[in-house]
């Protein structure tokens, strides 16, 4: 649907989704500056653009579920926030995800689907082998598209990922899945999901 926005040079018409970009290519990419020095990797073709979205997601307690006559897709098995020093931003998942296993007696192995937000492929690399599942990726990560591809819509990046982390449950019959976000000055944020 299209969203006209009025601004003192007349109007733009926003018409189409700013990602993923049909005309990447290995080439496109590999011509792309760094961002931070000319020694650096980060690029805008490896990390996750901001862009627009919406997401909504309802929570319920069993009570209200049973009350409005719900249809729960899932329950929240638990979350955990944890912290990191600010200069090694992006890893918080890592501890955050740890804590919240080693509280429910998981193990990151029962995991059916992993939605990790990936500010960059330079933070999210690390996250997974950390986590021991960089050898899962194309299994069980961000199966749909992360934020490199999807783009990264501030405020609205947490409902995206879980959003999507239930679709992807439903279509794959997984049971429990993790979804989780990095946050500036190294926090980092876990929730783990239960199919129903």
Known sequence: ????????KGETIVDKDEHPRSDTSLETLSKLKPVNGADKTVTAGNASGVNDGAAALILASADAVKKHGLTPRA???GMASAA???????IGPVPAVRKLVERLGLA???FDVIELNEAFAAQ???VLKDLKVLDKMNEKVNLHGG???LGHPFGCSGARISGTLLNVMKQNGG???VSTMCIGLGQGIATVFERV
């Open 108 to 110: 990151v192995t029962d």
């Open 1 to 8: 649907m299209p969203v006209r926005v009025a601004h003192k």
């Open 84 to 90: 990191v020093a600010p200069r090694v931003m992006g």
């Open 147 to 149: 934020a490199i591809a």
């Open 75 to 77: 329950r929240v098995l």
């Open 124 to 126: 999210a690399l690390p």
């Open 175 to 177: 049971t429990f899945g």
